[in-house]
Structures are given as structure tokens and as C-alpha cells.
């Protein structure tokens, strides 16, 4: 079996479904990341990420639905979409011990890594507030200062 079939398991049927949420006008968002491996990473190791990423799914209450695979249609081979149902469930997200594991497993397993979110929320500081959570959870954990690396900027790549 492929790092891409491996089934995780979903979320009770009485909890409502995302596309419930739309049907009703109540806004989600998408937390997507993309990611490359460093070259040298086992199979192994891999698949530890991978499944670190599908434990969020079950582990972390505010995750409404998530998907962790092959990524296709750009350069990054992998990534992992979990859908949140606002800013509450957002912070929740990436403040849980499940996250922030899954942060000092991959960090240093990758070679490439995008971040971005998806809402269709039409409040127009929603971006401003989802990178004030950042922020705000690297001031609150200071010990992933020195796990999660920013985006990099590749004109800076040889500063």
C-alpha cells in the first residue's frame, strides 16, 4: 500500500459535515499545506508525517474534515488540507499537542513547505487575524521558534 492510501479514520456521522456548513452560509476555512521531503528521509520517517498529519484529524476536536496525501498539479509532492469551522477552531488547531507534534516530527523532514488558507468568509482582516494566530502561538510556545521555519523567501535563499 502506497504513503497515499492509507486510510485514517473520520469523524462520528452525527457531527456535521462541512458542506452542511455551506448549505447553511456558515463560513469555513481551509488550512492547506503543500510540502517536499528532504532527500536521505526514509520511508519510514515518511510515513511517521504522514500519519502524524492524519492523527490531527481524529485527535484535534475543531478539525471538521481533513485529507493528507500526494499533492499533484504543482512542484510539492505532499500535503494535508484540514478544514476548520472558524477563528476559535483555528487557534485550537494549531495549538494542540497533536499539532505541535506533528511540527517537531516534520519540521526537520522538509525540504520545501507552503502554507495557505481558503475561507470563504467575506470579512476582509480574516487573513490579518489567521496571521495574528501564528503570532501569537509562537509567542505562547517559544520553543517552536526554533522548529517552524518561516516561509522562505528565495531571494534571500544566499543572504
Given at each position: ?34 510540502f517536499n521531503i528532504k532527500s536521505g528521509v526514509s520511508d519510514e520517517q515518511l510515513d511517521n508525517l504522514l500519519n502524524s498529519l ?106
Amino acid at each position: 500500500m502506497s504513503h497515499a492510501d492509507r486510510a485514517f479514520p473520520s469523524r462520528p456521522l452525527a457531527q456535521l459535515h462541512w458542506t452542511a456548513f455551506r448549505l447553511l452560509g456558515v463560513p469555513v476555512i481551509h488550512h492547506v499545506i503543500r510540502f517536499n521531503i528532504k532527500s536521505g528521509v526514509s520511508d519510514e520517517q515518511l510515513d511517521n508525517l504522514l500519519n502524524s498529519l492524519r492523527r490531527q484529524a481524529v485527535a484535534v476536536p475543531a478539525v471538521v474534515s481533513a485529507h493528507v496525501g500526494r499533492a499533484h498539479g504543482e512542484d510539492r509532492a505532499w500535503g494535508a488540507n484540514f478544514i476548520l469551522n472558524d477563528l476559535d477552531a483555528y487557534w485550537q488547531f494549531i495549538t494542540h499537542p497533536a499539532h505541535l507534534e506533528t511540527d517537531r516530527l516534520g519540521w526537520p523532514l522538509l525540504d520545501d513547505f507552503t502554507m495557505f488558507d481558503i475561507t470563504d468568509d467575506t470579512d476582509p482582516t480574516i487573513g490579518d487575524a489567521i496571521a495574528g494566530l501564528h503570532e501569537r502561538r509562537l509567542r505562547e510556545f517559544p520553543e517552536l521558534v526554533d522548529v517552524v521555519a518561516p516561509p522562505r523567501d528565495p531571494c534571500q535563499a544566499n543572504a
